[in-house]
């Protein structure tokens, strides 16, 4: 195989607002076909870029993943803690 673009797939899980690895190390076109499947389900899912092919065997326990997943659910868009903060009875 050369070198071609590796896609990783992220999906946003409705009950804690965090992303989490939903596969890795795919072409372009598994990808897409993933992540069409996973937004018919209702799912929000990324498609990310892999600069390289991340070495773990599953992407669930794949670090390279789970730090990814970590800096989008840092996105300004999407902020967790803010909700529990407007939530605190005053
Ligand atoms: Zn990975």
Redesign the pocket.
């Known amino acids: 195989m050369s070198e071609v673009s590796l896609k990783?797939i992220l999906a946003l899980d409705e009950k804690t607002r965090r992303r989490k690895?939903a596969g890795?190390?795919l072409s372009a076109e598994k990808a897409a076909e993933r992540a069409a499947q996973l937004r018919n389900k209702g799912v929000s899912v990324s498609v990310l870029d892999q600069p390289s092919r991340?070495k773990?065997h599953g992407?669930k326990n794949?670090k390279?993943?789970q730090s990814a997943a970590e800096n989008l659910s840092q996105e300004p868009s999407q902020d967790p803690a803010r909700e529990t903060t407007e939530n605190v009875p005053q």
């Open positions: 990783a690895p890795h190390n991340h773990g992407y794949c390279s993943c």
